[in-house]
């Protein structure tokens, strides 16, 4: 299995400017996480979907960011207009869910910076 | 609210050392899994190990294994023969089993391994 992808690997992107980062989830898997991962806040769950439904968002930061999984091998998450401080590696996970182990796989992050 | 806590920011020990970090966590659930991550360099997030709350033996991964203690809601994670190759980032986390699939992370601990 090719585990959790994630594009880009790395962004760089100028303020006001939209990013789009994308997952693709571990086949089979029902549950899907988008994580930031800052020095100062350390790792942060942003949303999660299960069923390509989204459950809990109350981890996004504010409205610029949006969330969507369209089906079970998709997922983007969307930051309209960027700003500095959004600069952060952005992970993706996915699980086949609590009633089988818990254990969430990530993908490799996408490094993003805004300047 | 459910918190984790690793007291150790840095840790350094010479290779082949034994070393044990420590993670303490808040729940008042009953049922929940707990979890070390290892993050290297590479910035991959990597499951190192896995523990059921209700299982009483403590698990074991070759050179990994932890020490959980339920009662006392701690779960530290010992490397033995500790090789360069562990040096990385290590996340405790927990998820409980009812309710929101949301693991928990600890802020980290830092661990480098020594020539």
């Known amino acids: 299995d090719a585990g959790v992808i994630q594009s880009p690997r790395h962004e760089v992107t100028e303020m006001g400017q939209e990013v789009t980062l994308r997952c693709k989830p571990i086949?089979?898997?029902?549950?899907l996480f988008w994580y930031r991962q800052t020095m100062m806040r350390g790792l942060e769950l942003l949303i999660y979907?299960?069923?390509?439904?989204?459950?809990?968002d109350s981890g996004m930061p504010e409205d610029r960011f949006s969330a969507k999984m369209p089906n079970a091998s998709f997922s983007t998450l969307k930051i309209q207009p960027s700003e500095p401080r959004d600069s952060a590696v952005y992970f993706c996970?996915?699980?086949?869910?609590?009633?089988?182990?818990?254990?969430?796989?990530f993908g490799p992050g996408t490094r993003l910076t805004v300047t | 609210a459910q918190t984790v806590t690793q007291s150790q920011p840095e840790m350094s020990v010479q290779e082949a050392e034994t070393v044990t970090l420590s993670c303490t966590y808040d729940?008042?659930?009953?049922?929940?899994?707990l979890f070390w991550y290892k993050q290297p360099p590479s910035r991959q997030m990597i499951l190192v190990i896995r523990?059921?709350?209700?299982?009483?033996q403590n698990a074991t991964e070759n050179r990994f294994s932890v020490n959980f203690q339920k009662a006392a809601k701690s779960f530290s994670l010992k490397i033995s023969d500790s090789q360069l190759g562990d040096t990385a980032m290590y996340f405790c986390?927990?998820?409980?089993?009812?309710?929101?699939?949301?693991?928990?992370f600890g802020q980290g601990t830092r661990l480098t391994i020594n020539p």
């Open positions: 086949s089979g898997h029902n549950s």
């Open positions: 996970a996915s699980s086949f869910g609590v009633l089988v182990s818990g254990e969430q796989y």
């Open positions: 979907f299960n069923n390509n439904v989204p459950i809990d």
């Open positions: 523990q059921e709350a209700y299982k009483q």
């Open positions: 729940t008042s659930e009953n049922n929940y899994y």
């Open positions: 986390a927990f998820h409980i089993i009812q309710g929101a699939q949301k693991l928990v």
